[in-house]
């Protein structure tokens, strides 16, 4: 039997291979059948090892979810974007490895993010998920999320409906 070591920690540079396998994993998985193939792949493009390396460096805090044999997952976050809605911090992205999901770690690392937040004086934080993906909806449903707003976005072309979720 071997042991897991979990730990989550901000970011480092040498973490952009791991973040960019995390990023392609996770939004296959994620948004296969709800973003159009060709605009999905272009969006996967964009977000390789060069992009994460230059992410890491810049003043967003990046979280990332570390087991010991690599990242797993990652948090962006920071002061929340749109005014307009009633939080101070924001969640702006928050994936796991497809094989990692499902066994707690994502209620580890988006508590951590929260409190992490919630110490820099951002008490009522938001985040934004696609309509279609349920199981990002069921989960932050499940972390006691509320929505509070939506939005049409088009992408690709295609009209997808986005939630926001407040958490406080």
């Known amino acids: 039997m071997s042991d897991l070591l979990v730990s989550i920690r901000q970011a480092k540079s040498e ?4 973040l960019s396998r995390v990023f392609d994993a996770a ?3 994620a948004y296969q059948g709800i973003i159009p193939g060709l ?5 996967l ?10 992410t890491v460096t810049r003043g967003r805090p990046l979280a990332v979810l570390d087991i ?6 990652y948090a962006s976050y920071g002061r929340c974007r749109d005014r307009t809605l009633p939080a101070d911090g924001e969640i702006d992205e928050l994936y796991l490895l497809p094989e ?3 066994v707690g770690l994502g209620r580890r690392l988006f508590r951590a993010v929260c409190n992490d937040l919630r110490a820099r004086e951002m008490s009522r934080i938001v985040l934004w998920a696609l309509a279609d993906n349920a199981r990002a909806c069921a989960f932050y449903e499940g972390m006691g999320g509320r929505s509070v707003a939506q939005i049409e976005e ?3 072309g295609v009209p997808l409906a986005k939630i926001a ?3 406080r």
Not at 39 to 43: D, G, I, V
Not at 68 to 73: N, S
Request: no cysteine; glycine share 18%; proline share 0%.
């Open 154 to 156: 088009r992408i690709g």
């Open 15 to 18: 973490d952009a291979e791991g």
């Open 27 to 29: 939004w296959r998985e």
């Open 165 to 167: 979720y407040l958490f």
């Open 68 to 73: 010991g044999q690599g990242v797993a997952g």
């Open 45 to 54: 493009a964009r977000r390789g090892l060069r992009w994460w390396r230059s």
């Open 100 to 102: 990692y999901q499902g």
């Open 39 to 43: 605009t999905l792949e272009k969006m």
